[in-house]
Antibody
Framework: EVQLVESGEGLVQPGSSMKLSCVASGFTFSNYGMNWIRQAPKKGLEWIALIYYDSSSKYYADSVKGRFTISRDNSKNTLYLEMNSLRSEDTAMYYC???????????WGQGVMVTVSS | DIQMTQSPASLSASLGETVSIECLASEDIYSYLAWYQQKPGKSPQLLIYAANRLQDGVPSRFSGSGSGTQYSLKISGMQPEDEGDYFCLQGSKFPPTFGGGTKLELK
């Protein structure tokens, strides 16, 4: 059974940093691209970052480019999202999601809440 | 970015009723379209991918259709467990973008 378990939830002040983790199991993690997707309260979903299976390529949404960094450790089956210069508009539930057929997201974690507020 | 316009924003259906949800893309997405269901407090679950391919384990009452810029999700016979939010995702052009969502309730 595919499982994705995020951690790193919390409340931080604007301008600060935070790092999320996502531990994967039930599939060969090193064979798949992985994504971070967020959902602000009462808002829609926004894709924010993709990393290829071998970390050879990384892509970001314009809203987080230059502030967020996606990375992975295939030896630990773990995906990361380092978030710097956090803003109130980054407040959201953050999900990690596995890349499936055609680039769609076929499995998602349960999500972690990031709140940016003074 | 490709804009995905989803309708309706909400709807209410009776038990056994057939329900349709639409997504309109701002340009041709060549069937690179997926549908998800999200229940309160849960993560999204993939229902349909490539416009009309049913994800493993998803009940056959769910179906997808469409091409070009217009796509739809049909639930043939509303069940209580089908209550939730539904949204579409286009994967044709980077960045992937989502529809605004449809809240489906049992009447």
């Amino acid at each position: 059974e595919v499982q994705l378990v995020e951690s790193g939830e919390g409340l931080v002040q604007p301008g600060s940093s935070m790092k999320l983790s996502c531990v994967a199991s039930g599939f060969t993690f090193s064979n798949y691209g992985m994504n971070w997707i967020r959902q602000a309260p009462k808002k829609g979903l926004e894709w924010i970052a993709l990393i290829y299976y071998d970390s050879s390529s990384k892509y970001y949404a314009d809203s987080v480019k230059g502030r967020f960094t996606i990375s992975r450790d295939n030896s630990k089956n773990t995906l990361y999202l380092e978030m710097n210069s956090l803003r109130s508009e980054d407040t959201a539930m953050y999900y990690c999601a596995k890349q499936g057929y055609g680039g769609f997201f076929d499995y998602w974690g349960q999500g972690v809440m990031v709140t940016v507020s003074s | 970015d490709i804009q995905m316009t989803q309708s309706p924003a909400s709807l209410s259906a009776s038990l056994g009723e057939t329900v349709s949800i639409e997504c309109l893309a701002s340009e041709d997405i060549y069937s690179y379209l997926a549908w998800y269901q999200q229940k309160p407090g849960k993560s999204p679950q993939l229902l349909i991918y490539a416009a009309n391919r049913l994800q493993d384990g998803v009940p056959s009452r769910f179906s997808g259709s469409g091409s070009g810029t217009q796509y739809s999700l049909k639930i043939s016979g509303m069940q209580p467990e089908d209550e939730g939010d539904y949204f579409c995702l286009q994967g044709s052009k980077f960045p992937p973008t989502f529809g605004g969502g449809t809240k489906l309730e049992l009447k």
